[in-house]
């Protein structure tokens, strides 16, 4: 299936909670419902242009979520460099200030979806952000992160990984998910790492993840 994002996407610049300008791409739709989209890790090549980031992010908005997805800092046009991971939740933080001020105020759900690195990033948002209702990590590298931080998030959660990936072995995906203190939301594809050979099937089980979320927890 070929990646078609709204037509209504514009490319913006906002600011981190730590100063630096990054830029990114909003697209608006619902005031109720909004999430911010966190690439791959940015020394091999993840940016906002990742597809499997667009193909998380298309989803969302056929969900009617207004969506923003970003560079992280160093990436692109915006500023700054790369900072290992924990420098970078201030550019999530950034990410839902400018959702909040775009939207006139909190929405209802706030959400954070990261593929890899991605996930990592976004996953620490999650645990230390109360405003966030919604946290979606897809290919979670447990092999390079210990996310034992993500039993702290008050969100909900849903995780999905892939059977064949070489930098999360399917024990520590399941130790994971297992120590979890609520139950999130898990599907396991048919893949490695990359899945770019099953971006159909990723959209189906983001579209699942969301229709979990929206149901009584």
Do not use: K
Not at 159 to 182: H, K
Not at 195 to 214: H, M, N, P, Y
Request: proline share 6%; aromatic share 8%; hydrophobic share 45%.
């Amino acid at each position: 299936m070929p990646i078609r994002l709204s037509p209504n996407a514009r490319l913006i610049h906002f600011v981190s909670s730590d100063g630096f300008r990054l830029e990114g791409r909003l697209t608006a739709a619902a005031t109720d419902r909004a999430v911010v989209l966190c690439h791959p890790h940015p020394l091999y090549g993840g940016s906002m242009l990742t597809p499997v980031i667009m193909t998380v992010e298309q989803v969302f908005q056929e969900a009617g979520y207004t969506t923003l997805a970003f560079n992280f800092r160093g990436v692109g046009g915006s500023e700054g460099a790369h900072g290992e991971g924990r420098a970078e939740v201030a550019d999530v933080t950034g990410g839902l200030s400018l959702l909040e001020a775009s939207l006139g105020g909190r929405p209802r759900m706030l959400a954070v979806a990261g593929y890899s690195f991605g996930s990592f990033v976004g996953a620490m948002a999650a645990a230390a952000d109360g405003r966030i209702g919604f946290y979606l990590g897809v290919a979670p590298p447990l092999g390079h992160h210990d996310f034992g931080f993500l039993r702290q998030a008050i969100c909900r959660v849903a995780l999905i990984g892939a059977t064949r990936d070489e930098f999360c072995p399917r024990a520590l995906f399941e130790a994971l998910y297992l120590s979890m203190p609520a139950t999130p939301w898990i599907r396991l594809l048919d893949a490695d790492h990359s899945l770019t050979e099953v971006l159909d099937a990723l959209s189906g089980a983001c579209r699942d993840a969301i229709a979990w979320v929206q149901t009584p927890a």
